[in-house]
């Protein structure tokens, strides 16, 4: 994703890019810049017009209310739409739940509707190094089954989704630097909530997940999904569409951490 002088561009790959602005999306053949494509990036599909996004709720297993959306499905399709801004601060998106809850199924969906990728979830790292070069190769990053964190893995995940520096020597030199600066969008699940320390809380979403009650086929169930996926993607950017409308009108939110993603999450609610 990147900012675009009258909105947002999202790469699709293969040379398609989708334009969002005020006055609606399209999908570009001509990319007016070029994004950088890693190996193990899949493409997105083509997106369609006239989807409901409240459709991803029937691949995961979220509480409802009824008809209306309950207070967890509504934080996680704003942070699902939310992902495709740029260039903002994004909260770390923790899913916990008991045995069974497809939390890493629902860590999958999330990653695959923002930023697919071959690395569908992802195991910690056994060193910081190596967690920088991860979350350099991608834009959301699911970490998948975690037990525990350590402080120095939470003060990286914080300096991550704010922006903060990181640099290593560079390879086969003694004194020249590599360094990274980037924001990045987490997802962390686990049976529990993985994190206790207030710094990294205060950036995180909390989703809890139901055990599921029926089992489909994999096979059923992938597949499914990929059929729907363009409409989803497609109502994600109607959404956008209407959120670049609604976020002129609103005021300026700077009670709370994450102002610009609060400001974002509502214009997105009210869209």
């Known amino acids: 994703v990147a900012k675009d002088k009258d909105g947002i561009l999202y790469d699709l790959g293969q040379g398609k890019i989708v334009e969002i602005t005020k006055s609606g999306w399209n999908v570009l053949s001509t990319p007016p810049i070029a994004f950088r494509t890693l190996p193990h990036q899949k493409p997105q599909p083509e997106p369609v017009k006239g989807g409901d996004i409240r459709r991803i709720l029937s691949y995961i297993n979220i509480r409802q209310d009824g008809d209306q959306l309950s207070g967890d499905a509504l934080l996680f399709i704003v942070s699902l739409i939310a992902s495709f801004v740029p260039d903002i601060v994004h909260p770390v998106v923790i899913f916990f739940g008991p045995q069974g809850s497809a939390k890493t199924t629902t860590s999958r969906i999330l990653k695959d509707l923002v930023d ?46 704010t922006g903060g520096g990181f640099s290593k020597r560079e390879l086969y030199t003694n004194d020249s630097d590599v360094v990274y600066s980037f924001k990045r969008i987490l997802a962390l699940n686990g049976i529990n909530i993985v994190i206790d320390r207030p710094d990294l809380l205060d950036r995180s979403i909390i989703i809890g997940l139901e055990r599921v009650t029926r089992f489909e086929e994999e096979k059923k169930f992938w597949g499914n999904f990929t059929q729907d996926k363009p409409l989803l993607l497609g109502s994600i950017f109607d959404i956008l569409v209407l959120t670049l409308q609604n976020i ?15 400001t974002f999450a509502c214009a997105i609610t009210k869209s």
């Open 116 to 161: 697919p990728s071959i690395i569908d979830t992802a195991a910690l790292p056994d060193s910081l190094k190596e967690l920088i070069q991860m979350l350099s190769h991608h834009l959301l990053i699911a970490f998948d089954n975690l037990g525990q964190l350590s402080d120095q893995f939470s003060d990286a995940f914080c300096r991550s989704v």
């Open 248 to 262: 002129e009108t609103l005021p300026p939110i700077n009670t709370v951490r994450l102002a610009d993603f609060m």
